[in-house]
T-cell receptor, first 111, second 116 residues
Framework: GQQLNQSPQSMFIQEGEDVSMNCTSS?????WLWYKQDPGEGPVLLIA?????ELTSNGRLTAQFGITRKDSFLNISASIPSDVGIYFC???????????FGTGTSLTVIP | EAGVAQSPRYKIIEKRQSVAFWCNPI?????LYWYQQILGQGPKLLIQ????????DSQLPKDRFSAERLKGVDSTLKIQPAKLEDSAVYLCASSSRPRPPYNEQFFGPGTRLTVL
């Protein structure tokens, strides 16, 4: 299957700081999604991106579809304790293909 | 609106035993997915249904895993016999549109399987 690499693997930040994470692939994707997963729960979709270069915001979250279509970025501004969780990227190659999930970035926010 | 329901939430079995998981998707969602999420990894698709037909089962270990969605609503995933490496969280998700622009996949809470 496709390999999506996320970095960093984990982050420990102070409340109020901004966060940046990214996802890279060796393949070109047509769609990028970003999910957040809380312990004991299923992933919840945060942002969906459908075009190269697209920049989309959802509250304090902003994500971008990389120009090369092989990467995507997620930024969280002014982090708060409820941002704690694991963030996954997922990419889709196109019709007839499945979504592939990244390895995840674990975020810890220190009050 | 009720979310995706899964049961049981937890299951502990010994290797070589059989186990079954149940999923009830969001009402009206035609597409249903089963994912396997091993600790520390992202979800991996096992099988995708469109109504009661299989769209993609390329990563389903068919020698031991089976899944069905007989009436296009509920679905069951079975492992028979289980191996140690099957220990994982099994997530069910549903969506109302499988093609771009993709509707959101709504995930259930998952079933955590431990194989001893």
């Amino acid at each position: 299957g496709q390999q999506l690499n996320q970095s960093p693997q984990s982050m420990f930040i102070q409340e109020g700081e901004d966060v940046s994470m990214n996802c890279t692939s060796s393949s070109i994707f047509n769609t990028w999604l970003w999910y957040k997963q809380d312990p004991g729960e299923g992933p919840v979709l945060l942002i969906a991106l459908y075009k190269a270069g697209e920049l989309t915001s959802n509250g304090r979250l902003t994500a971008q579809f990389g120009i090369t279509r092989k990467d995507s970025f997620l930024n969280i501004s002014a982090s708060i304790p409820s941002d704690v969780g694991i963030y996954f990227c997922a990419g889709h190659l196109g019709d007839g293909n499945q979504f592939y999930f990244g390895t995840g970035t674990s975020l810890t926010v220190i009050p | 609106e009720a979310g995706v329901a899964q049961s049981p939430r937890y299951k502990i079995i010994e290797k070589r035993q059989s186990v079954a998981f149940w999923c009830n998707p969001i009402s009206g969602h035609a597409t249903l997915y089963w994912y396997q999420q091993i600790l520390g990894q992202g979800p991996k698709l096992l099988i995708q249904f469109q109504n009661n037909g299989v769209v993609d089962d390329s990563q389903l270990p068919k020698d031991r895993f089976s899944a069905e969605r007989l009436k296009g609503v509920d679905s069951t995933l079975k492992i028979q016999p289980a191996k140690l490496e099957d220990s994982a969280v099994y997530l069910c998700a549903s969506s109302s549109r499988p093609r771009p622009p993709y509707n959101e996949q709504f995930f259930g809470p998952g079933t955590r399987l431990t194989v001893l």
